[in-house]
C-alpha cells in the first residue's frame, strides 16, 4: 500500500462537508471517532481536501481539525509488526470562531489487508490523533 493512499485514508474523517445528517451523502464507509472534550462519534467522509470538517452522522455537529498525528503498521503474515510511517501536521491558519466552540482530541483507526508488491502480504494499521473544534449539537 502506497504512502499516499494510507495517507488519505488516515485523514478520510476530515473530508466531509458542512451539512445537517439527515442531508449526508457518504461516499466512504463510517469511521468510529473516540474523543475526549467533544462528543465521540461516527464520520463520513465527503470533501476532498486534508482540513474540510468531518461530520458526525448521529448529530449536526461537525469536527473541525486543526492538527494530526498518525502511525502507519505492517505486519506480514508469520511476522512481526513494523512501523512504516509516522507523520504530524498542524494547521497553518485555525479560525478565528475555533475559540467559541468545544476543543477535544479524537482517535481513530483501522486494521486492513495488504497484498502488495512491494511489502507482500499481511495486514495494515493505522492509528491516529486529530485535535479538533467541534460545532453543532
Known sequence: MRRATIFLTTLAFTMVALMPAALADPKTEPLWLECQ?????????NGNGPWTPAHNLDTTGNYVPYA???????????????????????????????????????????????????????????????????TGK
Open 37 to 45: 472534550g467533544v462528543p465521540s462519534g461516527w464520520i463520513t467522509a
Open 68 to 134: 494530526f498525528e498518525f502511525s502507519v503498521y505492517f505486519t506480514p503474515d508469520g511476522g512481526e509488526e513494523t512501523l512504516i510511517e509516522a507523520e504530524s501536521s498542524v494547521k497553518q491558519n485555525v479560525p478565528n470562531n475555533a475559540k467559541k466552540h468545544p476543543h477535544g482530541v479524537c482517535t481513530f483507526g483501522e486494521s486492513f489487508p495488504v497484498d502488495s508488491p512491494i511489502l507482500g502480504t499481511g495486514t495494515g494499521r493505522f492509528e491516529a490523533m486529530a485535535w479538533v473544534f467541534y
